[in-house]
């Protein structure tokens, strides 16, 4: 939710975008070794990026606006991955 935050204040754009670009590039390296390692599509990793945490803010997003017990928010999660990871892999 904080990133989500972030991302929409004028503190983000107070940052310089290679900064932005250096915290991204452990999650992009993984995406880039799943792609060569023929595990996920490949696609533009910006936009692979793009998605997955798309997917994931909305998610939380969700499960922050309802009042599910943690069961049902741990099977929310767990069938959220398994459409994502259909979405994104080979």
């Avoid at 972030?6 to 992009?28: G, H, Q, R």
């Avoid at 023929?38 to 692979?48: A, H, R, W």
Wanted: glycine fraction near 4%.
């Amino acid at each position: 939710m904080f990133i989500e935050q972030f991302n929409n204040s004028p503190y983000a754009k107070k940052l310089v975008e290679e900064e932005i670009k250096n915290n991204m590039k452990p999650i992009l390296y993984l995406l880039q070794q799943g792609m060569e390692e023929n595990l996920i599509k490949p696609m533009d990793l910006e936009l692979m990026y793009t998605l997955i945490t798309g997917h994931a803010f909305g998610i939380n997003k969700y499960l922050m606006g309802k009042n599910h017990p943690t069961q049902k928010q741990s099977e929310i999660m767990e069938e959220s991955f398994a459409l994502l990871w259909k979405m994104i892999s080979i």
